[in-house]
């Protein structure tokens, strides 16, 4: 079992930046890829970004590219998604995901965090 837990969610104002942190805890020693998710109130989650286990491959959204970035530090078993030019429209939940291998749909990944709020004020 792996267990994860977001933080870094917020209030911020359209063109501002937040850095989300995923920690990873329980069979951390497993390598597992790392996705981040997102979904606005009425919507369906959606992919944002993953990384490799060992942070050589990563893959984003388009409407993300340039402006978030998904990183680790397997050290501290922790996740992040460092995110800039923020736009009304990110607004949403943003969950993190463990899987064995970098994938790119919510079912294919294996733990899930409770996720935290981000909010973009125009």
């Known amino acids: 079992q792996v267990q994860l837990v977001e933080s870094g969610g917020g209030l911020v104002q359209a063109g501002g930046s937040l850095r989300l942190s995923c920690a990873a805890s329980?069979?951390?020693?497993?390598?597992?890829?790392m996705g981040w998710f997102r979904q606005a109130p009425g919507k369906e989650r959606q992919f944002v970004a993953t990384i490799s286990w060992s942070g050589s491959n990563t893959y984003y959204r388009d409407s993300v590219k340039g402006r978030f970035t998904i990183s680790r530090d397997n050290a501290k078993n922790t996740v992040y998604l460092q995110m800039n030019s923020l736009k009304p429209e990110d607004t949403a939940v943003y969950y993190c995901?463990?899987?064995?291998?970098?994938?790119?749909?919510?079912?294919?990944?294996?733990?899930w965090g409770q996720g935290t709020q981000v909010t973009v004020s125009s």
């Open positions: 329980g069979r951390t020693s497993s390598s597992y890829a």
């Open positions: 995901a463990a899987a064995r291998t970098v994938v790119f749909h919510q079912w294919e990944y294996d733990y």
